[in-house]
């Protein structure tokens, strides 16, 4: 279908979503009042020959998946405009991703639990129907104001890819997905929900050994995510002369900081700038990058939180524990802290790390500062068990001679592991074992 009225150019204010071959905007129909239209734009002229048949194959789906009963916005129409194939879809009231309802950027229409229970019947509703989500993940499920669930972006798989099939590893990575916003409560609702509404894929028979899987599971797709910085992506905005973090323009209360790379390597900035956006990707406390600027000379720009400077004591034990719990959460080795990854005096550790303080007292990291190589996460083995990488970590000592501080650091540092009780609880247990252990060392 053809849509010949007047061909208006998106406003700003409109587009809720914009990415390098898609812009996602609401427009006001003259027939069908408020849409939402998504505008196929591939960067090449030759992708670009593809983009009507993009449009047409997502609305055929769309039409298919609604007359299987499955939870699709429909109608759906396809038409030419401003020179681009878009795909015209009606608008759900109050829809926001399953993504933003969790990070709380909306006001949840239905109890969490409720909220659990709903994914797990519509994913086994869509896995009955033999039907499969090309990119199945949480930004793919919307949820009206009403608390309806509602499946969208109905595309196929990448050739060769595994990731559609409603199959244990489907499982894993969207645990790994939902780990860092929900609970492992959270998810065992999902799986028993799924399971009430006969959902056919195999559920874990070893959460534990499940929640562990997910947590590499994460960190390996956090690495990919982060090579998006690299190039234009919906995450940044790519010139010849430099590449600039979208969202990234308004004001910092900690201003902005820019350095110069006396190395106009491109190994070097890449580097670097990964660092920044992998810490952005897994959400640590971080310098958030702002712009790398490729020429005549490196130079890489980014805001440091208000108050921020580097640390030359150890902070309270609870800010401590805070960030480095989470730090060990993401699967982060406390070596990649220490710049330059040489050996450090364990009894003044901070002096010598790429970690910060901020005038609130939280612990940031100077990603400029790290030593993580980007092969590192191509030549893991396998998921490392969460018991035994703190067994290294050097920044606790300062705390272990205290019981009290000890206490506080732990407590700080267990809470910060998105991971099932039971495997908290051995964590602590290992953690405070340990400590009196070192701490009994160093007495004797």
Not at 74 to 100: I, S, Y
Not at 154 to 177: K, M
Request: aromatic share 8%; charged share 25%.
């Amino acid at each position: 279908m053809r849509y010949h009225g007047p061909v208006p150019t998106p406003d700003p204010a409109l587009i809720l979503k914009r990415r390098p071959k898609r812009t996602v905007y609401r427009e006001n129909h003259p027939e069908r009042g408020t849409v939402i239209v998504k505008r196929f734009h591939a960067p090449t002229w030759w992708q670009r020959l593809g983009d009507r048949h993009r449009a047409q194959r997502e609305a055929r789906a769309l039409q298919e998946w609604h007359a299987l009963g499955l939870p699709v916005p429909f109608p759906a129409t396809v038409r030419r405009q401003a020179r681009r194939w878009e795909l015209v879809l009606p608008e759900l009231d109050g829809a926001r991703t399953l993504l933003e309802w969790l990070q709380g950027t909306a006001t949840l229409p239905l109890s969490r639990a409720a909220l659990a229970r709903e994914v797990g019947r519509v994913l086994a509703q869509l896995d009955r129907s033999g039907r499969l989500q090309g990119d199945p993940h949480p930004g793919n499920l919307l949820f009206d104001r009403r608390g309806h669930p509602w499946l969208i972006d109905p595309t196929p798989a990448p050739a060769f890819s595994q990731r559609a099939q409603p199959d244990r590893a489907r499982w894993i990575r969207l645990c790994g997905q939902l780990r860092t916003i929900s609970t492992p409560g959270f998810r065992a609702l999902v799986l028993r929900a799924y399971a009430e509404h006969e959902g056919p894929a195999p559920l874990p028979s070893d959460p534990l050994r499940w929640e562990a899987e997910a947590r590499e599971q994460r960190l390996r797709e956090l690495g990919k995510r982060a090579d998006r910085w690299l190039r234009e992506s919906g995450a940044t905005h790519a010139t010849r002369a430099a590449i600039t973090a979208r969202g990234s323009d308004g004001a910092s209360p900690g201003g902005r900081t820019t350095r110069t790379n006396a190395s106009n390597s491109a190994a070097t900035w890449k580097q670097l700038w990964w660092q920044y956006a992998l810490c952005q990707e897994a959400e640590v406390p971080a310098c958030a990058p702002v712009r790398v600027s490729l020429g005549p000379q490196i130079a890489l720009e980014s805001q440091p939180p208000a108050g921020w400077r580097r640390l030359q004591e150890p902070p309270a034990p609870a800010a401590a524990g805070r960030f480095l719990g989470r730090w060990h959460d993401r699967g982060f080795a406390p070596a990649f802290l220490i710049p330059g990854g040489e050996a450090i005096d364990s009894t003044q550790p901070y002096a010598h790390s790429a970690l910060g303080i901020a005038g609130d007292g939280t612990l940031y990291v100077d990603p400029e500062r790290l030593t993580i190589p980007r092969r590192w996460l191509a030549e893991r083995a396998g998921p490392a068990d969460p018991l035994e990488q703190p067994q290294t970590n050097p920044f606790w000592f300062p705390y272990q001679q205290d019981a009290d501080a000890w206490k506080a650091f732990l407590e700080a540092f267990v809470e910060e592991q998105h991971a099932p009780r039971e495997l908290r609880q051995r964590l602590r247990l290992h953690l405070t074992h340990h400590g009196t252990s070192q701490r009994a060392a160093r007495h004797a």
